[in-house]
């Protein structure tokens, strides 16, 4: 770790850092946020389109009750 004997040495060890690594660091923060947005985006889909496979299948099975039960009716 550097120690730095006043704050002028410190500010230029920041302007250093951010010359050599700032391209990199932008680029893993912008990747990190479209990860995060990406994942809460998919999340929500898969949870959406379950939802919608739920309500086909209850509305198929609701179906077939009631075709078993019309045959049962002219039997």
Known sequence: ???F???N???DALKRFFAENGKALAVGVI????ALVGWRYWTSHQQ???GLR???FRAEIEYARSAVR???IRG
């Open 1 to 3: 770790m550097e120690t």
């Open 54 to 56: 739920e309500g086909d």
């Open 48 to 50: 959406d389109t379950a």
């Open 31 to 34: 990747l990190g946020i479209g």
């Open 70 to 72: 019309g045959r049962e």
């Open 5 to 7: 004997n006043n704050e």
């Open 9 to 11: 040495d410190q500010v």
